[in-house]
């Protein structure tokens, strides 16, 4: 059974940095694409940020420049390097692994930032 493990959220002051990591075990395989994707109550989960497992990297807007997604593909690892942290990025910061057509979630991880 796949699982994807976050860990690394908590809470910092704007301005600051955190780094997410994800982890996967129970596969054999590469996934095709991994990404993060953040939530906060009363809204969709929305992406943040995806690497293709060419290493081509995607961003939403509002964190250019600021978030950096880079992945270790023989361990199916996604990481998240977030500085320049604003009081806005505070969310459930959730990791998602791609192959084929399967999608699998992690279970979530708190990212607050304190104004």
């Known amino acids: 059974q796949v699982r994807l493990v976050e860990s690394g959220g908590g809470l910092v002051q704007a301005g600051g940095s955190l780094r997410l990591s994800c982890a996967a075990s129970?596969?054999?395989?590469?996934?095709?694409?991994m990404g993060w994707y953040r939530q906060v109550p009363g809204k969709q989960r929305e992406v943040v940020a995806t690497i293709s497992s060419g290493s081509s990297t995607n961003y939403t807007d509002s964190v250019k420049g600021r978030f950096t997604i880079s992945r270790d593909g023989a361990e199916n690892t996604v990481y998240l390097q977030m500085n320049r942290l604003k009081p806005e990025d505070t969310a459930v910061y959730y990791c998602n692994a791609r192959f084929t057509v399967a999608t699998y979630w992690g279970q979530g991880t708190q990212v607050t930032v304190s104004s």
């Open positions: 129970g596969t054999a395989f590469r996934f095709n694409a």
